[in-house]
Nanobody, 132 residues
């Protein structure tokens, strides 16, 4: 089992910044694996969409085109915590943000991090609201 606890959401003006945190714990969680950790978001009335993800054993991080260059993942391996630094926020970034983790590597799947079904653990979500 893995527990994911998010924090850091809030209200910010357009152009501002926020940093979200996702703290992971549990006996099956490992930073030494090829398992994937990702962030998704869901705006009101819309489907949940991919934001960013990475494999713990690799240095590459993958971003959605809509956030590339504005959002950055920062890992703190000692704390089993991942931070999502969000800069130059826009009203269209308003959503509930979820971190997610998969206990499998899905090495045989192309770009598995994009798909919700890959992830078997989800956080409770944190609201981000960007005012214009």
């Amino acid at each position: 089992q893995v527990q994911l606890v998010e924090s850091g959401g809030g209200l910010v003006q357009s152009g501002g910044s926020l940093r979200l945190s996702c703290a992971a714990s549990g006996p099956t969680f490992s930073i030494y694996s090829s398992n994937i950790m990702g962030w998704f978001r869901q705006a009101p009335g819309q489907q949940r969409e991919f934001v960013t993800a990475f494999r713990w054993s690799e240095t590459n991080t993958y971003y959605a085109a809509s956030v590339e260059g504005r959002f950055t993942i920062v890992r703190d391996n000692a704390k089993n915590t991942v931070y999502l630094q969000m800069n130059s926020l826009k009203p269209e970034d308003t959503a509930v943000y979820y971190c997610a983790y998969t206990s499998k590597s899905f090495m045989g799947v192309t770009t598995p991090w994009l798909y919700e079904w890959v992830y078997d653990y989800w956080g409770q979500g944190t609201q981000v609201t960007v005012s214009s």
